[in-house]
C-alpha cells in the first residue's frame, strides 16, 4: 500500500529565513510524488512533483523539493519564506495499486512569521 | 492542464436533507475523484468515478449516502444525502489528464445544522 507521512501539523519560520515542510512516504515500486499547497476557503494548488529524474525538483512560487531514495523522503523547501506562503500544505503519492488517485498526507500548516 | 469549476462553493444545509455538488472539466477526462476533508484534516478519497460505469466507492463510503454521476467525460456530480451534521466538511472533486496530471476543483464547503 502507498502512504506518506508529514510528521509535522505545524511549522513556524520567520520572514525570509529558509523552510523545509517534511515529507516521507511509503511505495510499492517507483514513487511519484507531489505537493499541494492549500489557502484558506481555496481549493488544492498544485506546486510541483517528482515522477523520475532529477531528485531536486523546482516547482511554483520558489518552492522545490528534494527526492531521497534511501531515506524515502521528499521534503519541500524554499530559500527565502514570505508571509504570504503561509497555508496549508500536502504531500501525496499516487496510488498506483488501487484506482490511480492520490493518496495524501495529513498536512502541515506553515505560518511565516513577519 | 484542465480546469475544474465546482459548485456550489459552499452551503448550509438543513439535516435530512440532500445537496448535489457538480464539477465541469474544461476537457474530456477519464478519471474523476471526489474527496472529502473533515475540519482539520487530509483528504479522503470517497469513490472514483469513471464515464461509463459506476463509481468505485473505498472503504467506510457507500452509493445510497454519496450517490455519484459521471454522464460523460467532462461532468460529474456527487450528492450527499440525508445529512447529518457529520457530513459538514469540505467536498473536492479531482480529475486526471494523462499520467500525472492532477487538477482539484475549489472545493464545496458544506455545513449542516
Known amino acids: 500500500a502507498q502512504s506518506v507521512a508529514q510528521p509535522e501539523d505545524q511549522v513556524n519560520v520567520a520572514e525570509g529565513n529558509p523552510l523545509t515542510v517534511k515529507c516521507t512516504y511509503s511505495?510499492?515500486?517507483?514513487?511519484?510524488l507531489f505537493w499541494y499547497v492549500q489557502y484558506p476557503n481555496r481549493g488544492l494548488q498544485f506546486l510541483l512533483k517528482y515522477i523520475t529524474g532529477d531528485n531536486l525538483v523546482k516547482g511554483s512560487y520558489g518552492f522545490e523539493a528534494e527526492f531521497n531514495k534511501s531515506q524515502t523522503s521528499f521534503h519541500l523547501k524554499k530559500p527565502s519564506a514570505l508571509v504570504s506562503d503561509s497555508a496549508l500544505y500536502f504531500c501525496a503519492v499516487r496510488d498506483i495499486t488501487g484506482a490511480n488517485n492520490l493518496f495524501f498526507g495529513t498536512g502541515t500548516r506553515l505560518t511565516v512569521i513577519p | 492542464s484542465a480546469v475544474i469549476s465546482q459548485k456550489p462553493s459552499r452551503d448550509i444545509c438543513q439535516r435530512g436533507t440532500s445537496l448535489t455538488i457538480q464539477c465541469q472539466v474544461d476537457s474530456q477526462v477519464t478519471m474523476m475523484f471526489w474527496y472529502r476533508q473533515q475540519p482539520g484534516q487530509s483528504l479522503t478519497l470517497i469513490a472514483t468515478?469513471?464515464?461509463?460505469?459506476?463509481?468505485?466507492?473505498e472503504s467506510g463510503f457507500v452509493i445510497d449516502k454519496f450517490p455519484i454521476s459521471r454522464p460523460n467525460l467532462t461532468f460529474s456530480t456527487l450528492t450527499v444525502s440525508n445529512m447529518s451534521p457529520e457530513d459538514s466538511s469540505i467536498y473536492l472533486c479531482?480529475?486526471?489528464?494523462?499520467?500525472?496530471?492532477?487538477?482539484f476543483g475549489s472545493g464545496t464547503r458544506l455545513t449542516v445544522v
Open positions: 468515478a469513471n464515464q461509463g460505469s459506476e463509481a468505485t466507492y
Open positions: 511505495v510499492s515500486g517507483n514513487p511519484y
Open positions: 479531482s480529475a486526471i489528464q494523462g499520467f500525472y496530471g492532477y487538477t
